[in-house]
């Protein structure tokens, strides 16, 4: 658990430096504009299996790796060091070659040395079910001892559990020091290992615990937000805090530090690779992380040095397995990219994060820049007014010829865009996926405009209905089942809900009913619309707020003891492991709703950018299996290619566990693995069968929200409130 209080000065980490770097430091720049690091991927030792874990170190300055090697009943570790030509030499000390490790317990591997010519080995062991930290310790090479520091065997007597530290490291005489979950530093004598001295008041970030010439260098942390806020450097023999360095990251991501040759502090983390030179107070970007792959959101930083040849290297770790990178000075690439793609979205994505960064692989000298508008937590709680506010304003700078390249239309006037003119037509990037049969049709046929498209989803999310006990297939469609909760009009089939998270839930299937193809409500629909709401209202526990146990509308987690029926959206194999899973647990069924799907990450191209061709090629790759075959929880993929290889990934590894309450009032620890293939299967048909284009059109929805209490409770008649809702979005409906 990270924690620590946050600082009063945050810097703000400096862009791209040029010019000239003193004494020979590892910053190497040039001052005519050329020259930037670029990557290239180091071959890992042959015959590492593919469920090893490797651990990255330095020794004498080159990349060092530990490979623990798992079998079903232990763990073989394996040292390989890395030659300046690239190649590796297994260098295993023996008392290492004959330690053996638990296999699930390898999280925290970490082997290090003092200035006494001692090696150690922290690690965790399981006592019966209970994980605690573990510490071997060779003076020799070749025997070692178990090392049991003060407090390591004892067990939480509240909470049961073995405290184990999340780092450990030792100073040059030998006195270890471990950082805790707490945050605190604690540091145990050398000879007897009994706590000695402890640092308290912060807590720091659990992937930094340096020592370089008698100090001990750990990073401050956000404790809102868990971004890095800085550096601190205390005194190893006093335990006093001798510096602080602010540093503030825009996103959070794992932190790595290490000190080169000369005494530079080196930061690596997903925004870039860092240096804080000696004697300086200003850290300085050397390697920007938005244009290579420490920002990439399917590969995530294990380890990192700055190694003695003047490179740094990485360690990744993916769905793929483990990968090494090095980062080198070209000196012939332009230190910033000659060209600039811009990207607007009201919110983050992941998908087109990963996009811009294999992008920017093959096109090093481009930069895919993002306007995000709001914070994925600003978005979540934001008013549609806020919304329509950054839109409006959007809108102005669009009609002005102006505007980023690339536009994400989640949430925006798409049918207004195209009237405008403002977006390109892409049907010479569409077409050809299309008959090749890369896309599915049943989904991309409805964004066709006389032949033309403007906007394609990237992704999209399913709507599905599950139940407890009557067939989900049977009353799958907003008619079906506003038929069935008719014949059942006393039975609280879904649980508690707010009037407006009510109609939230059947939103995306209201608008397609009820406009007319000229975007004018239909009036008729509109009635027998409001009409089955009615009738669905009535399987619901209607509120103006929640209280007690209930979080949110149609819980699916209550379906083991509240509710018979539960709503969700999913949107990809991984998100779907909770709900499905609750499924398989009560036995239940599961249906797509509507056969509909839902949009996600819907992009255009602005029709007044002068990067058409280059705005196109974005769009391809965006399309492409090999970005959208990654499981971002932001939908299922449009390509399906990448659709179906995604459904057979091995999920094995992802499992969670909760306790769930039951029909007879008792409680159940259960364990959400991945989804039974059967499940797979029938979500994959799912996207096959999608007809539909399920949205939400705000305005309308906000007037039906209005509406909703005095409509649901028999206040107004189904017919006034009709009248009302057409009256009050006129204005919008005309525009």
Known sequence: ??????????????????????????????????????????????????????????????????????????????????????????????????????????????????????????????????????????????????????????????????????????????????????????????????????????????????????????????????????????????????????????????????????????????????????????????????????????????????????????????????????????????????????????????????????????????????????SDEEFATATDATKEDYIKSLNTELLTGKGSDIIVLDELPVDSLIEKGILSDLSDVINPLLDNGELYENIIQHYFHNEKIYNVPVRYKLPLLLSREVDASSISSLESLAAYIKELPNKNLFGRSTYADFISTYSPFLSTRILNNDGSINRENLITVLNQLKDISAGYELTDNYSGDYYGASNAMDMASKVELSSVICSSFLDSMYPLGIVTYVQGNFTPFDQSAIPSCEIGINSNSDQQELCKEFVALVLSKEVVINDFYDGFSINKEALLLSAASDRSSYTASSEIENADGSFSEITFEAIAEEQIQNLVQACNNANKIAFTDDQIISAIKEEAKDLLTNNKSVEETADQIIDSTKIYLSE
Not at 325 to 349: G, H, M, Q, R, W
Not at 352 to 373: G, T
């Open 1 to 374: 658990m990270n924690k620590l209080k946050s600082v009063l000065i945050i810097l703000v980490l400096a862009l791209l430096i040029t010019g000239c770097s003193a004494k020979g430091s590892t910053k190497a720049t040039t001052s005519n504009g050329k020259g930037r690091y670029m990557e290239e991927n180091i071959s890992l030792p042959e015959g590492i299996s593919t469920d090893a874990t490797l651990q990255l170190k330095k020794i004498d300055g080159m990349p060092c790796l530990y490979v623990y090697s798992t079998t079903d009943d232990d763990c073989l570790i394996t040292r390989y060091l890395m030659n300046g030509d690239g190649t590796w030499i297994e260098d295993t000390p023996t008392w290492l070659s004959t330690v053996q490790l638990t296999p699930g317990c390898l999280w925290l591997n970490n082997v290090f040395e003092d200035g006494m010519g001692n090696q150690y080995l922290y690690s965790l062991e399981l006592d019966g079910e209970q994980v605690k930290g573990m510490l071997l310790r060779s003076s020799d090479g070749s025997t070692y001892e178990k090392i049991t520091p003060e407090g390591w065997d004892i067990k939480n007597e509240e909470f049961d559990f073995y405290e184990y530290p999340q780092l450990v490291n030792a100073l040059s005489d030998g006195t270890l020091i471990a950082l805790n979950y707490g945050g605190d530093i604690t540091y145990y004598n050398k000879d007897t290992f009994k706590k000695e001295n402890i640092i308290t008041g912060t807590s720091y970030v659990e992937t930094i615990l340096s020592i370089h010439d008698q100090s001990i260098i750990v990073g401050q942390i956000n404790m809102d937000n868990y971004n890095l806020l800085g550096i601190d450097v205390y005194n190893a023999n006093s335990a006093q805090k001798i510096e602080s360095y602010p540093f503030s990251t825009i996103q959070n991501s794992s932190n790595y530090l290490d000190v080169n040759d000369t005494g530079d502090l080196l930061l690596c983390n997903a925004d870039g690779i860092h240096i804080l030179e000696q004697g300086s107070s200003l850290w300085q970007t050397i390697a920007d992380g938005t244009l290579n792959s420490l920002s990439r959101g399917t590969m995530w930083s294990t380890g990192f040095i700055a190694g003695s040849d003047l490179n740094y290297y990485v360690l990744y770790s993916s769905d793929q397995g483990f990968k090494l990178i090095k980062y080198y000075f070209n000196e012939k690439v332009d230190t910033i990219p000659s060209t600039e793609l811009t990207v607007y979205a009201l919110k983050d994505s992941s998908t087109l994060r990963q996009a811009a960064s294999l992008f920017q692989e093959s096109h090093p000298n481009v930069k895919v820049s993002f306007l995000i508008v709001m």
